[in-house]
């Protein structure tokens, strides 16, 4: 089981970076619906272009590791994003690709070129209960992934792009004190994991009140063994999320082998106004210590 729980990763990166993005406005989960959709449309095609970089944790924000890069375009109701990971020298390490239909999450696909791994994420409908949704979840070696397993969707299912949506819909929750919990996908086992977000502390950054929210396995047992993601978000509104702290998408090179990172993410906010900034975290991903 110690040696499973090595391997373990809940996808698309729960971060790639926890690529956060703030919201204008902060769009609310149907808790009831199984494919965590929005009560009000959430637009995912804003900003078209945020960014980040990738640091060394400890390096005081010097020693920088990859570069992360948001796209979004939209055309009719559906919305696609393109998430790259950047080395130094300028070469893609990792990419992802996401289709949104009418708000709601259609389709995922990562590909590491470093590590040569790939895998994807979709949602379908279930054939033998209309009322239901499919998730299929595939990973494995090579630039293309293989066909996948399927289970039924879970209700608040989350990945990388959507986990700051579903923070900023129980934002109220978590000033209140209260653990919201979702199912993030992990793409290596091609299953789904309980999380809960929780709020741990207060401080103040660049004149400006910060709140620091965690991101933990329910599930005593795993949490022995997965590193939490701490985030800093923005207390006023439109809370940003300025940074995190935790693994993330890209991995990186120790002697032979790719190895998964832990660093620190750290956002890059274009000005925004009037409009409902869609948030991703770059690439998160919740992996054992």
């Known amino acids: 089981m110690k040696n499973f729980l090595k391997t373990f990763i809940p996808v698309a990166h729960c971060a790639a970076l926890l690529a956060f993005w703030s919201f204008a406005v902060a769009p609310a989960f149907a808790d009831d619906t199984t494919n965590a959709s929005f ?25 920088v590791l990859y570069t992360f890069r948001r796209t979004a375009t939209r055309s009719n109701d559906t919305v696609n994003v393109t998430r790259q990971f950047i080395t130094t020298n300028g070469d893609l390490a990792a990419e992802e690709k996401i289709v949104y239909v009418s708000g709601q999450l259609d389709s995922f696909e990562l590909q590491e070129f470093q590590a040569q791994v790939s895998g994807s994420i979709r949602i379908a409908p279930n054939p033998k209960n209309p009322d239901r949704e499919q ?37 109220d929750d978590l000033m209140a004190g209260k653990s919201p919990k979702f199912h993030f996908v992990s793409l290596e086992h091609e299953r789904t994991y309980e999380f809960r977000l929780a709020r741990t502390g207060e401080l103040m950054q660049d004149n400006q009140t910060v ?23 923005q207390k006023d509104s439109p809370h940003h999320i300025l940074s995190y702290i935790g693994r993330t ?24 106004s009037g409009s409902n900034a869609s948030q991703g975290l770059a690439g998160v991903k919740a992996m054992p210590r």
């Not at 998408?249 to 925004?272: C, D």
């Open 211 to 233: 709140e620091q929210i965690k991101m933990e396995a329910v599930n005593p047992f795993v949490a022995e063994f997965v590193d939490p993601i701490v985030m800093l978000v």
């Open 39 to 63: 009560v009000e449309p959430y637009d995912y095609a804003s900003p078209k272009l945020l960014t980040a970089t990738l640091y060394a944790i400890g390096s005081n924000r010097q020693d």
């Open 249 to 272: 998408t890209p991995r990186i090179k120790k002697g032979k082998s790719w190895k998964y990172l832990n660093a620190e993410t750290v956002f890059h906010w274009p000005q925004l």
């Open 135 to 171: 998730l299929i979840i595939s990973y494995g070696p090579g630039l293309a992934p293989p066909k996948g397993d399927v289970e039924n969707l879970p209700t608040n299912t989350v990945i990388d792009d959507t986990l700051c949506p579903f923070l900023l819909a129980h934002w």
